[in-house]
């Protein structure tokens, strides 16, 4: 049995206005930290398939944001998408929009790689390149032109530290990543992601291949790393979402069917589908 | 009751697939079986045999190597039992090969003291020595304990000379003629003090190179042949000499593989049918070494672009099927497109724009090793281009996304991500490119493989003409697969030819066999270090 962290709303980082946002709430963002998300009308379709309905949500800094709901509810497509990865596939396209801190990310004129820059991911299951450990934490200072050892080495042991892998890995840096296990490998993606310095680390199913005591790792390093990070994560784990994040949202079929405080989610849903999907009468 | 034995549906085919496998293997072994047999067994020091034959009344004497038996119709229709026999002594009788009738061999005696003579021209000598004659007049006897180590050393003294000879004038000389038709090309009057001293220099080398000459012929060794005949040879015909009936089982694998070693390393004599095929093996490689290097970019750059950067649809697709259908165009019409396109047009400008003033006469607009490596380049190049499709292809999506959700462009992907472990699938392709390419004849023979290249591709002098110092990428070369078919084909003594034919062909394979190798060990460090697992 997994034991219950600090109630969401007594957290100190809690923004101060914290309402409810129905799917169609055009609310202004709230901007107090850096690496609020604001999605706004949000369609997406997959060439004719519509796989995201009328989405709209405040993803508040500095707080960890659960997306529950069954396969297919389009919770890693919005995921995916905080981020520009569903970019990669043909066909796509949307409505609406989305914000990091008040500027769309589809802003022509920005590159999409200073975007994922500022939004580091971690995936479903971990993806260490085949390289050393070190060199798998640097990559992404590497590509962005950081060349200089002493700042890399700093950014390493300052990574892996937030990964929580540092004493694990330490004396076996140039060791190849591939020979780390499930959960460090996953540790290790997660230090990659944190080396750039994010603002928001979108996590999509981090622990859907790791075992308990390795899920319990992970799900103590997010509750560390919302001090610095904004912290959105897909989970299929009701009890994960409950324990480790703060607001919660539910998406049925595409669409957004109820977002708030963990805490009101779990407790006291004001929707039927959800109280249905988190007691487990479906999904 | 249940049956006991169920026959399931299909399991006798399973013997079909079998016996397809064991057909396969059974064929590569037979094949690399008939030319190992024949390719080894031309090194192996062989006994001499003297026949005492009756023919016709009359009884003639004949000694030589055991070829091979066989059977033949006589006139009549009656079978007659015949061996043939190598005899040597070209110059003498005319032939070195000669068939013996069974039924008329009377005597067939090994003797002891015949001595069998490698020789720069004529193939093989056979014959009992008589003595070995210097200028001044000393004799030495066979039966003299001294005769067989003086016989050494004189002929190894000879060959040094004769290799002195040979640097002075292919290098030496030919350095000077070169420079001075520059220097007398270009027409200056200010050129004329040195070419003075040019023409000096040559003409003192000449001199020396005419008083080594002399000195090749003090020594002369007279013998007397099997048929009674007596002759004398100067040493600087003669390479090596031994008594092939006095070897032990150690002296015999010694000669055996001092005589692989020779094969390997010296030039061709004797319009090919004779010594060794080095610059054949030599071209080969380095042909096959610069054709990976063209092959290589140029097909991983094109599989990069058709995979990541086009946009996949009807165009891309036929692309592709262009491409594919490329590695099926015969090979004779690459070399057609070589001749057209690198010699008669890229060739050809170069010399108009860098080499004129040697014009008429061609520099780069021949056929040349580079042209030659370029056409089978193009030939190979739809392996490669499939072969890293495909690699790119398999590099897992999440290594993709990671490296891009860490913020890298999509070329800084390629190159960090994509390229490395695609690498051991880039090397499958490049391992069947070089496969095809070694043994490929055909297209070269219209771009620059020539019967006999005087020099080497690559050697000590530094021509004008060079993009690489030391590199004569212009220059034509000797391949190992063209020299298999002009010895087969084109030899005048084709008895003499056909030991060769196996044993270039035993090299062949052994060379591309070691070229493959290389690559696949290569291959699989890479892909141990580069290996993304856990996907």
């Given at each position: ?30 901007v ?29 800094a ?15 497509t ?178 957004l ?7 009101k ?6 929707q ?12 | ?77 009656e ?8 005899t ?20 067939a ?8 003579v ?11 020595p008589?003595?070995?004659i210097?200028l ?28 002195e000879i ?91 593989f001092?005589?692989?070693w ?19 093996i ?44 490329l ?53 190979t ?119 060769m034919?196996?044993a ?12 493959n ?19």
């Amino acid at each position: 049995m997994t034991t219950m962290t600090t109630p969401p709303a007594m957290r100190p980082n809690t923004p101060a206005q914290v309402m409810p946002i129905s799917s169609r709430d055009n609310a202004a963002a709230t901007v107090d930290a850096k690496g609020s998300i604001s999605i706004r009308d949000y369609d997406f379709f997959y060439g004719k398939t519509q796989a995201l309905f009328g989405i709209g949500m405040e993803i508040p800094a500095r707080q960890v944001t659960a997306l529950i709901g069954p396969s297919g509810c389009g919770k890693s497509t919005l995921l995916r998408n905080i981020n520009r990865m569903n970019d990669l596939i043909d066909g796509i396209s949307h409505r609406g929009d989305i914000l990091i801190d008040g500027k769309t990310i589809y802003n022509p004129h920005l590159e999409v790689t200073s975007l994922r820059k500022r939004i580091g991911m971690v995936f479903q299951k971990s993806n260490p390149f085949p390289k050393s450990i070190y060199e798998n934490v640097v990559y992404g200072l590497r590509v962005a032109g950081v060349n200089d050892k002493a700042a890399l080495d700093q950014a390493c042991e300052q990574a892996l530290r937030a990964g929580a892998l540092w004493e694990e890995v330490k004396d076996r840096l140039e060791a190849s990543a591939l020979g780390l296990s499930g959960g460090q490998q996953q540790r290790l993606c997660i230090a990659r992601a944190v080396a750039v310095k994010p603002e928001i680390l979108l996590m999509d199913e981090p622990c859907s291949a790791l075992d308990p005591i390795a899920t319990g790792k992970i799900e103590e390093l997010i509750l560390e790393l919302k001090k610095d990070f904004t912290v959105v994560i897909v989970t299929h784990n009701m009890q994960q979402a409950a324990r480790a994040s703060d607001r919660t949202a539910f998406f049925y079929l595409g669409k957004l069917i109820e977002y708030d405080s963990t805490l009101k989610i779990f407790t006291n849903p004001g929707q039927k589908q959800t109280e249905d999907y988190i007691t487990g009468r479906f999904g | 009751m249940l049956p006991i034995r169920q026959r399931l549906p299909g399991e006798s085919r399973v013997w079909l697939t079998a016996m397809g496998l064991s057909i396969g293997l059974a064929m590569v072994a037979t094949l690399l079986g008939v030319v190992g047999w024949y390719g080894i067994g031309v090194f192996w020091p062989k006994r001499v045999i003297e026949y005492r034959v009756l023919e016709d009344g009359k009884t003639s004497q004949v000694a030589g190597v055991v070829v091979q038996r066989r059977s033949k119709i006589g006139t009549k229709g009656e079978p007659i039992e015949e061996i043939q026999l190598y005899t040597g002594n070209r110059e003498t009788y005319g032939l070195a090969f000669r068939y013996l009738a069974v039924p008329s061999i009377k005597e067939a005696p090994t003797p002891q003291n015949i001595l069998l003579v490698e020789r720069v021209e004529n193939g093989n000598l056979i014959a009992y020595p008589n003595e070995l004659i210097s200028l001044g007049g000393q004799t030495v006897k066979p039966d003299d304990p001294t005769f067989t180590p003086r016989l050494h050393a004189l002929l190894e003294e000879v060959a040094d000379r004769r290799e002195e000879i040979y640097a002075l004038e292919r290098h030496e000389i030919g350095k000077i003629s070169r420079r001075l038709n520059e220097l007398r090309r270009s027409k200056q009057d200010s050129d004329a003090p040195a070419i003075a001293e040019l023409e000096q220099r040559s003409t003192e080398l000449s001199a020396k190179a005419k008083e080594l000459r002399k000195r090749q012929n003090e020594h002369t060794l007279a013998v007397t042949l099997p048929t009674g005949e007596k002759k004398r040879y100067s040493l600087e015909k003669l390479i090596d000499a031994y008594y092939p009936n006095q070897l032990g089982t150690m002296a015999r694998c010694g000669r055996f593989f001092a005589n692989i070693w020779n094969f390997a390393s010296q030039r061709p004599r004797e319009s090919n049918t004779e010594g060794g095929i080095w610059p054949a093996i030599f071209g080969t490689f380095f042909m096959t070494i610069l054709m990976s290097a063209a092959v290589v970019p140029f097909g991983v750059i094109t599989a990069i672009y058709l995979r990541e950067y086009a946009k996949q649809g009807p165009m891309v697709r036929s692309v592709r099927i262009a491409i594919n259908n490329l590695a099926g165009v015969p090979s004779i019409v690459f070399g057609v497109f070589g001749v057209g396109f690198f010699v008669y047009f890229v060739g050809a400008n170069i010399d108009q724009w860098f080499f004129s003033n040697k014009l008429p006469e061609p520099t780069y607009g021949t056929g040349g090793i580079l042209w030659a490596a370029l056409t089978l380049a193009l030939m190979t190049v739809p392996v490669v281009i499939v072969a890293t499709e495909e690699a790119i292809a398999a590099v897992p999506r999440g290594a993709r996304e990671g490296s891009l959700a860490c913020g890298a462009s999509k070329w800084q992907t390629i190159q960090r991500i994509i390229l490395p472990a695609s690498v051991p699938g880039i090397l499958t392709g490049l391992i069947l490119a070089m496969a095809r390419g070694a043994g490929e004849v055909a297209p070269l023979m219209l771009v620059g493989v020539v019967k006999l290249a005087p020099t080497l591709t690559i050697d000590g002098t530094w021509q004008s003409e060079d993009l690489i110092p030391f590199v004569h990428l212009h220059q034509k070369f000797m391949h190992l697969g063209f020299h298999i078919y002009d010895l087969g084909f084109q030899s005048p003594d084709s008895d003499a030819a056909r030991p060769m034919v196996f044993a270039t062909t035993l090299l062949l394979i052994l060379l591309v066999l070691v070229l493959n190798l290389t690559a696949i060990l290569m291959r699989d460090r890479l892909r141990r270090r580069f290996a993304i697992s856990a996907f």
